[in-house]
């Protein structure tokens, strides 16, 4: 019964995955109120071993866009982390 269950939560989240196209993590995905993404792309400037601290802005930037009823821009950078690996 778990290993069932465990491989339905599996095949839910690749379709996840191939749906919104997600290549490694952390990648976010913001949607506004009609549920049409605009905005797919990284935290910040901040990556592994990159010796950044985090600072959210890309992400808050996106997101006071969408609350502010403003355009989210669309120079939008993919995230920099692992890679998504399925076996």
């Known amino acids: 019964h778990r290993d069932l269950h465990l491989s339905i939560r599996r095949q839910r989240q690749m379709c996840i995955r191939d ?4 290549e490694c993590t ?13 905005y797919r792309g ?21 997101i006071e866009n969408v609350l502010n009823n403003k355009d989210v821009n669309a120079d939008q950078f993919p995230s920099m982390g692992c890679n998504i690996k399925w076996k």
Do not use: C, H, I, M
């Open 19 to 22: 749906r919104y196209k997600a």
């Open 26 to 38: 952390p990648e976010f995905y913001l949607f506004d109120s009609s549920q049409k993404l605009v």
């Open 42 to 62: 990284r935290l910040d400037e901040s990556s592994p071993n990159s010796g950044l601290e985090p600072t959210g802005e890309d992400l808050r930037n996106a």
